[in-house]
């Protein structure tokens, strides 16, 4: 097998693998090293598995709202089940198989940028394999759980989002560290099948630090109403498990002492930047890779270095990844083929705007673009209205004592969109409207005129717009 490529990629997540597409449709030839599964954290142990695991949860919560439905206590060991059949089983053969299928070579190793245009790759059995590129090398290698340095956290052996997605025995008692949408995500799944007296530990003082306040309001009433025991403005400041799987005590800033069967940390991500090489080519081995809005390594001479995904620091989304991976391929192919590349595809804009994401707790939490704060902060003239979601008659057709709430962001100057979000149970699906809206800055005049169907949740568009004055 030839070690010259025209493009060869690090890591084979949901970025990487796109990069491949992207490049190979264009007609040059592309490897992909992985060192673990391709696939990625999102396919076995992220975004998949949490929301195989969330979905139970969501269905009982539904029924519960609708007089004369009654559901069966969760089949837990049937959950895990299904969880694992949406993993593949840890198996990635499937997506090895679709990586040849659109003529990318997969490369097993562990993969590290030796010089320019130049890749190592380590096999698990030692062997080494220098790789060559024409064109460009692209980073994509993710991240992995950050693990804050908290007095015997570590030796604690903590479970992160990969033993927590992967749970096989559902600990009853759990301790959350983190506030933030693994910890909100997690901490309910698990309650859910069986977590029964989970604490999280969150030091601050609202969940969700980077949505709307009104949606962090609401996901802690309802994680409260589940029974989950939040600790706002509290730190865990020493761990302890002298038995290795046995018991773990922690204690708290205020002093008081937990005692639990597991530690969940959900403190954020280590960007996988580290551990592959950069200072060998004078960048920066901790922190994201910086690149512009072409997906470039903007620090690297001769522009050969891309970097896609949560490495490159822009967002940790799965669909912002591969977002970055089709322009960045697209990119490449114009540059060594001569074409046009800086066509409106082919830079990024949705990064800036404000990446659309869905939490996925019960309720949901949906937005895109701009929330309050930070339009003000950016020196809009702001305009905002809110809507309560339950009076939808949608909304309420959905389930008795149904709760929800809308926002919109309104920049008063050009009449549009600055951000949206939208907070209520089963409302994830209403997200890309929205996005569609704020992203092409459609006129709130023009937005009168497509009209929502009735009885549906999307008639909060309507309310929406009749509270700003149409
Ligand atoms: C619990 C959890 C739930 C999430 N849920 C969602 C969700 O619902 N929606 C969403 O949009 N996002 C979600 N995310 C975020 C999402 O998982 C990431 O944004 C996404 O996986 C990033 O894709 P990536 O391709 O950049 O990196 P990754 O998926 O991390 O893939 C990187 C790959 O590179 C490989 N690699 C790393 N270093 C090397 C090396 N030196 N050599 C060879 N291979 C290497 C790794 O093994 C890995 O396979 C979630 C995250 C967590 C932790
Ligand atoms: N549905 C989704 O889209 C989805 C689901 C899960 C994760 N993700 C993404 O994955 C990324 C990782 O999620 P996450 O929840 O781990 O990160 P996060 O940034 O959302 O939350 C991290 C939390 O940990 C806390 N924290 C950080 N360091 C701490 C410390 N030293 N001590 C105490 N608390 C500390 C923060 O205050 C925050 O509450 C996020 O960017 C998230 O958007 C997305």
């Not at 997605?165 to 506030?179: A, I, M, S, Y």
């Not at 922690?250 to 200072?279: F, M, P």
């Not at 809110?386 to 929800?404: I, M, P, S």
């Not at 089963?426 to 709130?444: K, R």
Request: aromatic fraction near 6%; include cysteine.
């Amino acid at each position: 097998m030839s070690d010259v490529f025209d493009v060869i990629v690090i890591g084979a997540g949901p970025a990487g693998e796109n990069v491949v597409d992207r490049v190979t449709r264009g007609g040059l030839t592309a490897a992909i090293v992985e060192r673990e599964l391709a696939g990625g954290e999102c396919a076995y142990w992220a975004c998949v598995p949490s929301k195989a695991l969330l979905r139970p949860m969501e269905i009982v919560a539904e029924a519960g709202r609708l007089p004369g439905l009654r559901t069966e206590p969760i089949d837990v060991q049937a959950v895990l089940a299904r969880r694992d059949e949406t993993v593949s089983n840890y198996d990635d053969s499937g997506q090895i198989r679709w990586i040849e299928s659109v003529n990318g070579t997969a490369v097993r190793g562990r993969g590290r940028v030796a010089g320019p245009r130049q890749v190592e790759v380590v096999d698990g059995e030692g062997g080494r394999r220098l790789l060559t590129a024409r064109q460009a090398v692209v980073l994509a290698t993710g991240s992995t759980a950050a693990i804050p340095p908290v007095p015997g956290l570590a030796e604690a052996r903590p479970w992160t989002n990969r033993e927590s997605t992967g749970v096989k025995d559902v600990p009853e008692r759990l301790v959350v560290l983190g506030g933030g949408v693994v910890a909100c995500e997690m901490s309910q799944a698990l309650y859910a099948l069986g977590a029964k007296q989970t604490t999280m530990i969150v030091r601050g003082d609202r969940l969700l630090g980077r949505v709307e306040p009104f949606a962090s309001d609401m996901v802690t009433e309802s994680l409260r109403d589940y029974g989950i025991d939040i600790r706002f403005g509290t730190e865990i400041v020493n761990v302890s498990r002298p038995v290795p799987g046995g018991e773990v005590t922690v204690d708290l800033s205020d002093g008081t002492r937990l005692v639990a069967d597991e530690i969940l940390v959900a403190a954020g991500r280590r960007l996988a930047s580290y551990d592959i090489g950069l200072a060998s080519i004078g960048l920066p081995e901790e922190g994201p890779v910086k690149v512009d809005d072409s997906m470039r390594a903007t620090a690297v001479e001769d522009g050969w270095l891309y970097a896609v995904g949560d490495v490159n620091g822009r967002n940790i989304l799965t669909h912002m990844g591969k977002y970055q991976a089709r322009l960045c391929g697209d990119v490449i192919v114009a540059r060594a083929t001569g074409g046009k590349d800086d066509l409106p595809s082919m830079r990024d804009r949705a990064d800036h705007i404000g990446a659309p994401q869905v939490i996925f707790t019960d309720p949901n939490v949906c937005a895109v673009g701009r929330p309050e704060e930070r339009a003000r902060r950016e020196g809009f003239n702001v305009r905002t209205v809110e809507y309560d979601l339950g009076r939808v008659t949608g909304a309420y057709l959905q389930g008795d004592g149904y709760k929800g709430r809308a926002k919109a962001v309104v920049d008063e100057d050009r009449r549009v969109l600055l951000g949206v979000t939208f907070v209520g149970p089963g409302v994830a699906e209403l997200l890309h409207a929205a996005t569609i809206a704020v992203v092409s800055e459609v006129p709130l005049d023009d937005l009168w005129h497509a009209v929502p169907t009735f009885p549906t949740v999307s008639e909060i568009w309507l309310r929406l717009l009749e509270e700003y004055g149409l």
